[in-house]
């Protein structure tokens, strides 16, 4: 009996020891893996968007250090700029292009991948492949290549096989940029999307087809898609459209190495970088323009700038060709015009025959 006591009475205070075991030196390793990302956090994120929010506060054009202060007039520049709204304009046109496109074309590759019954690495390995090329690089590759407006070109050569006229004008008319645009886009960051709906359709239990395949669905048909797999992709779908957003809005290589500095195709990103570090951001700033009054519109923003004293060549001043007698007359302090008697007394005076002198005054010069 009092075995069994003793027993009962040492089974709590185990209990009590047993818990989560500490790993020695676990603190250390810790905070040495933990430290290089917290300082890449740090100095590559927080710290450049607190820098900017404070800039942005300033009159800070061609420089990362503050100038001065001007409070929220660049924001109030920003309501009434003509350039800015059109590139919120751009970066619409351009989402309305790109997110639904995106969406349905990697949900619908997720689906046929998740359905192959081999190969299943293989193929999302092969998807994934352009999402580690450099938009840079893939822009230089379309430019040149794909898209390059002469006869040669790969997409060129394709509308020729198929009877199909040639387009010279890819990067400058409209609406084929578009089509430049919203396939690099598309083909650089399909791959990862495709992931993200395959771990949903994994996640999603196979109770659910085989209930609904009792019921009378046709396992793989649309009603089953429509019915259990969209959704239960609702939650996957919501983050797959809030990243294409947020990917679409912060869309500046393929617009800055495509299309350039061109005013309507120009997103809010690429106005930002010519209005702060772009090449007339110097320029800007050494003609002292007054806070906000950063508005730009294009070509004429150059020729405002230039015309605003940094460059401007005087015209030379129009020489009018005088006669003899209006010479001598301001000489002598007489005015240019006069009667004909004050012609010939300067005329005289000069000493030398006027050819022109007979003009009435103040008639236009005489030709010689």
């Known amino acids: 009996m009092s075995a069994s006591t003793e027993v009962r009475a040492a089974a709590p205070a185990r209990a009590a020891r047993t818990g989560p075991t500490r790993i020695k030196g676990s603190g250390l390793a810790f905070w040495l893996f933990f430290t290089p990302f917290l300082v890449g956090l740090l100095v590559f994120t927080i710290l450049p968007l607190i ?203 393929e617009f800055y190495n495509l299309t350039g500095n061109n005013p309507e195709t120009r997103p809010p990103l690429v106005y930002l970088y010519n209005i702060a570090l772009g090449p007339r951001a110097g320029l800007r700033s050494r003609l002292g323009r007054r806070p906000g009054a950063h508005r730009d519109h294009g070509d004429r923003r150059v020729a405002a700038d230039v015309a605003g004293g940094l460059r401007v060549r005087r015209r030379p001043a129009r020489r009018t060709l005088r006669s003899p007698a209006q010479v001598a007359a301001s000489a002598r302090g007489h005015p240019a015009g006069g009667s004909a008697m004050t012609a010939q007394r300067t005329s005289s005076v000069s000493g030398a025959a006027a050819p022109g002198a007979s003009c009435a005054m103040p008639s236009p010069p005489c030709s010689r």
């Open 51 to 253: 820098w900017g929010g404070t800039l942005s506060l300033f009159e800070a054009r061609g420089t990362v250090l503050p100038t001065k202060f001007i409070g929220l007039d660049n924001f109030r520049g920003f309501l009434v700029d003509t350039a800015f709204l059109q590139s919120l304009r751009t970066f619409i046109v351009f989402a309305l292009f790109i997110v639904p496109v995106t969406m349905a074309s990697s949900l619908a590759l997720a689906v046929l991948v998740n359905g192959l019954p081999r190969f299943q690495m293989f193929f999302r390995s092969v998807f994934f492949l352009p999402t580690a090329c450099s938009y840079v690089v893939a822009c230089v590759v379309w430019r040149l290549s794909l898209f390059n407006g002469l006869e040669s070109g790969v997409v060129n050569q394709v509308l020729g096989v198929l009877g199909m006229e040639s387009v010279s004008s890819w990067l400058s008319a409209s609406p084929y940029w578009w089509i430049v645009l919203v396939s690099v886009r598309l083909w650089s960051q399909v791959g990862f999307y495709i992931l993200l709906f395959l771990a949903g359709l994994q996640a999603i239990p196979t109770q659910l087809y085989e209930a609904a395949a009792v019921d009378g669905l046709s396992p793989g048909g649309f009603r089953m898609f429509r019915l259990i797999t969209l959704p239960q992709l609702r939650t996957t779908s919501a983050a797959v459209l809030l990243l294409l957003l947020i990917a679409a809005f912060q869309a500046f290589d």
